[in-house]
């Protein structure tokens, strides 16, 4: 196991990661708050219309729990992460009656197709040793009219960002080019893809057509980005 990945896995980073290092190193990587975060993900997951939401990676519920509390009355937000630590505090800070934990690899979800309304994904999969593997997870348990948001990290197309690569390689992070994703997504059916860059983060999202929407479109689906 990597350095990146034994450091989830400790107790003392569960304890202080919601309130000083989220912000901290998001901040530096991003230039964005955790509340900015949050928006976008309640914006882009249409949340007033999500009625189950799956926050995949979910650490100690630092998201899973906000957006518990914008998805309708009947919804409910599961958080799944394979650390036990970060579960546990997501259990003692991060409860609540919309939101609830699963222990779990987001590689192997254990859901069936199509169960979830809206997923998402934030400062994750380039911690996660098969990264394409857990998005398609993603978008298998995505049902269809569905809303996918992911947050990772963004690798510039310049010297400079093989330089950052290579550094963060060395703690076992990935960094990901700009069209890896948005690629994947439209490979995969999906359509609204929008991708926006802030410093070394990309915050991608997309949806999954309605039932019968394929059919009716045809063609291939478009995709936009910004600031890459
Ligand atoms: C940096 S935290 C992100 C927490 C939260 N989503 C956020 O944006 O603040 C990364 C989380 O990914 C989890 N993780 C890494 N690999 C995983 C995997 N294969 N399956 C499930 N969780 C994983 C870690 O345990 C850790 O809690």
Redesign the pocket.
């Known amino acids: 196991m990597n350095l990146a990945?034994r450091t989830?896995?400790a107790p003392a980073l569960?304890a202080v990661?919601?309130r000083v290092?989220?912000p901290t190193l998001?901040y530096l990587a991003s230039g964005r708050s955790t509340g900015a975060?949050r928006r976008f993900a309640v914006d882009s997951l249409r949340l007033g219309s999500a009625r189950r939401v799956l926050?995949?990676?979910?650490?100690?519920g630092?998201?899973t729990h906000y957006l518990s509390e914008h998805v309708p009355a009947d919804g409910y937000v599961t958080g799944?992460?394979?650390?036990p630590p970060?579960l546990a505090r997501a259990l003692a800070d991060n409860a609540g009656p919309r939101a609830g934990y699963v222990r779990?690899?987001?590689?192997f979800l254990p859901f069936a197709d199509g169960t979830f309304d809206a997923v998402c994904?934030?400062?994750?999969l380039y911690?996660?040793?098969d990264p394409l593997v857990?998005t398609r997870e993603m978008i298998r348990v995505l049902a269809p009219g569905g809303r996918l948001a992911v947050?990772t990290s963004y690798r510039p197309g310049n010297p400079f960002g093989e330089l950052t690569r290579r550094t963060a390689a060395v703690s076992g992070l990935r960094m990901f080019g700009g069209r890896t994703f948005p690629d994947l997504f439209a490979a995969s059916g999906l359509v609204d893809i929008d991708q926006q860059v802030h410093r070394f983060l990309q915050y991608i999202t997309a949806a999954k057509p309605a039932a019968g929407a394929a059919e009716q479109r045809g063609g291939h689906p478009a995709a936009s980005n910004r600031g890459v």
């Open positions: 990945r989830m896995n569960a990661y919601e290092w989220r998001f975060d926050d995949i990676a979910c650490g100690p630092n998201f799944i992460d394979y650390s970060m779990g690899d987001a590689r994904c934030f400062g994750a911690l996660i040793p857990a947050t």
